[in-house]
């Protein structure tokens, strides 16, 4: 899967990676943040940067029931002939003893769960979902690989569900040892003596560094041709990506061929040199020189390609042209690493 790049949250990328590879707590990490600090986004690339790890990414509805939703997403993602104990005890809340091994009764499990929850009278429905969540996690001891739950925009989340996700499955999955949970939203759930020995929570400031969204913008191919500008807009839109990435792709040229850099350094000089040293001849680099608009003639010693070179790049540099003069060459040289 080619991945989205991102903009650096390099703590809350290497606290997701540890707690997907680590057996010892913490097994539960939070994201909070306000509209537009890069929650969704940062918890998409978090799941796609574990392709092999079994996992669900729920992205909570207003208004929905979410808890059969939930144990239906993963009990299809992981098998429902994986979880004996927890189809049992849909069966036996149901009054349908021996239907849980039935494909065809498998198979209409959302509706089974919804069915369950339909009670009118709030904490016999809660009971219900205790029940539901002790078979689950009775499940979960026997799975080979930490199954990894990711929900996102927890704060659409009804009072039951915040309830029963708070007190019974977060204890749960503190305990168990066999699931990671993570959790985006401008909101989280409150953390609790009975789970938060086992959980982490990230408070997403936005992204303050010019030199990560000059990373970012390399990475998807925009020109930032006045870093100082950008730097301007990363302070007054205090961070926000979403904003941000608004404001780098209406207010940036998309190149077609990504430049390594706006300010090469020396290593990049060197190579730059070398490349047109190398790989041109005199006559394609005056050719060049007028395809940007560079009278060649002008330059001291342009009849030596050494001496020729040196001054053109010094000279593009101090005009402004350097990323017009790499960008021709690569399309001339795309075989070069420029």
Known sequence: MI??????Y???????????????????????????SGK?????????????????????QSGSELVPTLF????MRMGWGKLPIFTGMVAKLLEQPGQENNPLWQASMHRHLSEI???????????????????????????????????????????????????EFLYGVANSGHMRVLVGGQRVPTLQESWGFSARLQDLKGIHNVE??????????????????????????NGNPSQIIQFIKTQFPL?????????????????FFENLTQFFSLS?????????????????????????????????????RLQDLIKLCQQERPQLVW
């Open 284 to 320: 394609e680099l005056k050719n060049i020189c007028y395809f940007i608009g560079v009278d060649y003639e002008n330059l001291p010693e342009h009849d030596q390609k050494n001496s020729f070179v040196r001054e053109l790049l010094g000279y593009v540099g101090r005009i402004g």
């Open 212 to 237: 990560e969204w000059l990373v970012w913008a390399e990475k998807v191919g925009y020109q930032i041709a006045l870093p100082e500008n950008l730097a301007t807009v990363i302070e007054a839109l």
């Open 255 to 271: 190149a077609t061929t990504p430049v390594k850099s706006q300010e090469p350094d020396y290593s990049q000089r060197r190579r």
């Open 10 to 36: 390099v703590t809350e990328e290497t606290l997701f990676r540890e707690m997907v590879a680590s057996d010892l707590e913490p097994n539960i990490l939070f994201f909070q943040g306000e509209s537009g």
């Open 72 to 75: 239906t997403r993963i009990g």
């Open 40 to 60: 969704s986004h940062l918890i998409e690339h978090c799941i796609n940067s574990v392709p092999d790890n079994p996992s669900v990414l729920i992205k909570l």
């Open 117 to 167: 929850g339909k009670l009118s009278d709030i904490e016999s429905r809660f009971t219900r979902y205790q029940l539901l969540s002790d078979a689950w996690f009775a499940d979960a001891g026997q799975f080979e690989t930490p199954f990894l739950l990711a929900m996102d925009t927890y704060e659409k989340s009804s009072s039951l569900f915040d309830r029963w996700f708070s007190e």
């Open 3 to 8: 991945q989205k790049p991102i903009a650096n």
